[in-house]
């Protein structure tokens, strides 16, 4: 695969010979076993890049005298085996193991990135899940072992309980864990080989419901997360730089509702809360969607609005936030069992927003055309 791409920059910086020339190969090769209470498969893959980026120049500036230049890889192989132990269990054991490195440099003598950097992972796990009359019991570990930060053990548990055909209550909780990527270590001038991990516990508490013959379903999700060591993007004596930002605690609720009104007609609606004690850009305060999908026949149209309330651009003193209605509409015809014609509508309101600072939306937009299956 093959990719070029060009960055016009911000309103208020435009940016010239801003691109990005990128090359990736991808392979994989999967085995399956399946043989009465025990199933499981291995899977291998490989994948490969090579980017040229050319960072370009700002007004008053001039051209870039070298370019970036990096070559990376990631390969790995992930097995598992399940085990049907008796009635209602399922035990499933698995093994990772995870290679990815490269080089990277703009000035091959004086601004080198990564010169044959190489990091290893290793993981082993557990996770049984057990069901018993109305309640299904769930606990799983993982284990893994990183040859830069060493090892760390990752656990997760949860119950569900289905009172009645169309109830459901679940609660979990589990811990994330991140280590920091080649680029956040050892790419740019942002890069900081001292990054800490990032990581986590979360908490979720999940009720559905089913009513009306099961023509109209509801789901409720509360959640509660602490967090500590995510990376950001700091200015460190005027300088930018990778650094841990410290603790997080952020909770949330979110409210599912779709409803079939006839068999060719469903509607749909969701609205989520988010709560953050430390201001995280790309994370709304509100969001909330209105969909609605009809299909008569060979002809499809769905209609869509979604209003997204404190998004925050930047933080700080000067922090910017966005909010924005976006309707889309998407109408189809199924002209042969291989052939669709379509055309779509988005920013339909033709709103003015960004969700990237200094990156302003297309307006209104409408495009039609041919998909084909073969």
């Known amino acids: 695969m093959r990719a070029y ?53 700002t007004q008053g500036g001039k051209p870039r005298e070298f370019l970036f230049n990096g070559v990376d890889y990631m390969g790995g192989v992930n097995l598992f085996e399940s085990i049907n132990l008796f009635k209602g269990n399922t035990f499933t054991v698995g093994s990772d193991v995870k290679f990815y490195g490269g080089n990277a440099y703009r000035d091959p003598v004086k601004e080198i990135y990564a010169d044959h950097k190489k990091i ?46 169309g109830t459901s209550l679940k609660l979990s909780a589990s811990k994330g864990f991140r280590t920091p990527n080649m680029r956040e270590l050892y790419m740019y001038a942002v890069a900081n080989e001292e990054l800490l991990p990032e990581e986590a516990w979360s908490y979720d508490f999940t009720a559905s419901k089913a009513f009306l013959d099961g023509r109209l379903n509801t789901e409720l999700s509360l959640f509660h997360t602490t967090g500590s060591n995510i990376i950001e993007v700091t200015v460190v ?14 909770s949330g609720a979110e409210l599912s509702v779709s409803y079939r009104i006839a068999g060719n007609v469903n509607l749909n609606a969701n609205y989520s809360y988010l709560r953050m004690d430390k201001i995280l850009t790309s994370a709304p305060e ?34 910017v936030s966005s909010s924005y209605v976006d309707v889309k509409a998407r109408a189809s015809y199924k002209v042969t069992d291989w052939m ?35």
């Open 286 to 319: 509100h969001k909330a969607y209105l969909g609605c999908n009809w299909r008569p026949g060979r002809f499809s149209l769905n209609l869509g609005a979604m209003a997204v309330s404190g998004l925050w651009l930047s933080t700080g003193g000067n922090g």
């Open 120 to 165: 290893e992972e290793h993981a082993g796990y557990v996770f049984d899940q057990y069901t018993i009359g109305k309640f299904m019991l769930s606990a799983g570990l993982r284990v893994e072992n990183n040859s830069v930060y060493g090892r760390v053990a990752v656990p997760q548990a949860g119950v569900a309980f289905s009172p009645e055909q």
């Open 340 to 374: 669709d014609v379509f055309a779509r509508g988005e920013n339909l309101l033709n709103q003015k927003y960004e969700t990237m600072l200094g990156f302003p939306m297309p307006g209104a937009t409408v495009l039609a055309g041919l998909s084909i299956n073969l």
């Open 5 to 57: 791409s060009e960055n016009p920059g911000t309103v208020d910086q435009p940016m010239f010979e801003g691109t990005a020339d990128v090359k990736r190969l991808m392979t994989g090769l999967s085995f399956a076993n399946s043989y009465d209470r025990v199933e499981g498969a291995v899977n291998f893959y490989y994948n490969w890049g090579e980017h040229i980026i050319n960072d370009g120049y």
């Open 237 to 250: 004596e005027g300088k930018r730089q990778n650094r841990n930002a410290g603790e997080f605690a952020n």
